[in-house]
């Protein structure tokens, strides 16, 4: 009997002299009881397990909220453990993310590519631009709109029956200044130009300072992006970018 209550004072010297033996509470509200233990811990290894603990009470309880999910605590998990599993987790989190952001660049690639191809087939430029003052009956301003002209030039040797994109205007400072997403319909010959005109208030639009702006500016001030999305042509064939979110 002597010697059994001297190895179980053993056993527990051992465990305090190392915290990460120390068993973990399951829940969050028990967590104080181990506080002078957690303060042994190392500044990363303190981080790790508070972590966990995050992850496997407040991320338990939210399981199947915005995509998370997790286990609760399992009973007799050591810290040391809780810090393992925690590490392992962090690392296979930063490997997908890793693998994640290759993937988009990939796709960022293909997609400039594609739009690259296809500027080369359909020039897009702005012919005009103006504020338009829309009256009513008794004179009263009722509106003012951003009238834009926009010239479709088929650079291929193939009929095209509409393109679709985004047109993005920067001042002369590359700072961004409005866009236009852009859909024609009208079927354009080869070596052909067709113009559209399209329009937005500025009076009561979201854009309005930024739109005033734009209309005042000469043509050397301002430059355009031509971001088009997909071509199609009158045989059935079409030109596509890829999508970075699907």
Known sequence: MKHYIIFALIVAVAGCSNPKATIVPTSLEKMES???????????????FGKYVVRHTVGYAMSGMFGIKSDPIPEGITIGKAIEEQREFAEKQAAAEKEEKALQ????????????????????????KKIKTEYGS?????????????????????????VKGTIEVSDQFGDPLTAFNVSNDESIGPGHVVVWSGGRSVRYGLSEDKDRKFAALP?????????????????GTKMAAPSLTD
Do not use: C, H
Not at 138 to 162: A, C, H, P, Q, R
């Open 105 to 128: 660049a990939k796709l960022a690639g293909e997609q400039e590519k594609a739009m690259d191809a296809m500027r080369q087939a359909v020039s897009v430029t702005i012919m005009g």
């Open 34 to 48: 181990i506080k002078p233990v957690i303060d042994k811990l190392s500044p990363d290894d303190k981080e790790l």
């Open 138 to 162: 008794s004179g009263i301003v009722m509106d003012e709109l951003l009238s834009v002209k926009f010239g479709y030039k088929n650079n291929t040797d193939k009929e095209i029956s509409g």
């Open 219 to 235: 043509d050397e001030k301002y430059r355009i992006i031509w971001k088009p999305r997909m071509i199609i042509f009158a045989d």
